[in-house]
């Protein structure tokens, strides 16, 4: 079952009081909006897999290039102020969880390949060192079934969802950390006590 992140710092409380926490796509008015929890399917399902332009680097990149490590796939747009909010918090997170198999995406839905250059200036600016993606037709973003950015999800080694959350949050906060370490290692224990099962029945 998909875990919700429930721990809202005093940030993301504040963000939620004036209704900002997240804000409508680009197919919808950027009217801000607090965004209401969407229905927890039964098992954790696969992150739809896609192959984007990497902004910063040139090329394309597939989610699925990174099966066998954790994945913070956060969807985002230069206009969206709460995102602009939460990316240096992302940043740092990173930078505590990278070294233990963390890696970071963030997919722009700023529409059109031709504000590609401008992405690229706003992620400059920021100093941001995760690997940065374009969703110019905002194809991968319907596939999510996205509706308002920020969205997050949290993507297991075997490219599962593992948890999800909608609206800005303080990412950085100790007790968050803890959240994703919590999850990163109960995964490993079952995966353990899996392979335990297979070992003693061979």
């Known amino acids: 079952m998909i875990k919700k992140f429930l721990i809202f710092s005093a940030l993301a409380a504040a963000a939620y009081s004036f209704g900002v926490a ?6 919808h008015a950027h009217g801000a ?4 929890s969407s229905p927890e399917p039964s098992e954790n399902p696969p992150a739809p ?17 990174y099966k066998g490590k954790w994945v913070f796939l956060n969807f985002w ?5 709460p995102c602009v909010v939460e990316m240096p918090m992302m940043n740092n997170l990173y930078h505590h969880l990278k070294k233990e198999g963390l890696a970071m995406v963030a997919v722009s839905v700023d529409e059109g390949e031709g504000s590609s250059p401008m992405i690229k200036q706003f992620v400059s600016k920021l100093k ?27 993507v297991d080694p075997e490219g599962n969802i593992q948890a999800a959350a909608e609206g800005v949050r303080e990412w950085d906060n ?15 224990k079952k995966k353990a006590e899996q392979k335990g099962k297979t070992g003693a029945s061979t």
């Open 22 to 27: 997240a804000i409508d796509g680009p197919n």
């Open 174 to 188: 100790p007790e968050m950390l803890k959240f994703f370490r919590g999850i990163m290692e109960d995964y490993s």
């Open 128 to 154: 941001l060192d995760f690997t940065i993606l374009h969703d110019p037709s905002n194809s991968v973003m319907r596939e999510y079934g996205i509706r308002s950015i920020p969205r997050t999800f949290f």
């Open 33 to 36: 909006q607090a965004v209401a």
């Open 77 to 81: 747009a230069t206009w969206c102020g």
């Open 49 to 65: 897999d896609f192959k984007l332009a990497d902004v910063m680097n040139g090329g394309k990149i597939t989610l699925s290039s």
